[in-house]
């Protein structure tokens, strides 16, 4: 595995990113910015993480790449988030709705 993908797996993992709370969005892009300084690809590889998390079944890290993505989503990865907008799981839809109004909004 590419080191900079498996340090971007290994701190998605590891960091309590959250939706919720209006502050915690700019917590969020300032953690992840911190990084990509340091480490410049980190907020790509990050991305595709977090889309990987997608997949699973663990309704933390579902909810975390929802975080994720709310900060270095992009349009493309609209599909992938609005399919959880009507999730019966009402934390991780509000996480959706908030990942898809982020990037929408952002790429205006």
């Known amino acids: 595995m590419d080191p900079l993908r498996e340090y971007a797996d ?25 990084v990509a300084e340091a480490r410049p690809g980190f907020a790509a590889e990050l991305r595709e ?7 699973g079944t663990d309704r933390e890290l579902v909810h975390r790449a929802l975080a994720t993505l709310a900060v270095v989503g992009t349009e493309p990865d609209l599909a992938a988030i609005d399919a959880f907008t009507n999730s019966p799981d009402s934390w991780v839809a509000g996480a959706a709705r908030t990942a898809s109004f982020e990037i929408r909004h952002r790429a205006v």
């Open 10 to 34: 290994h701190w998605f993992k590891h960091t309590a990113l959250r939706i919720g709370h209006v502050n915690w969005l700019q917590v969020n892009a300032r953690r992840v910015s911190d």
């Open 49 to 55: 993480v977090a889309l990987a998390a997608l997949g």
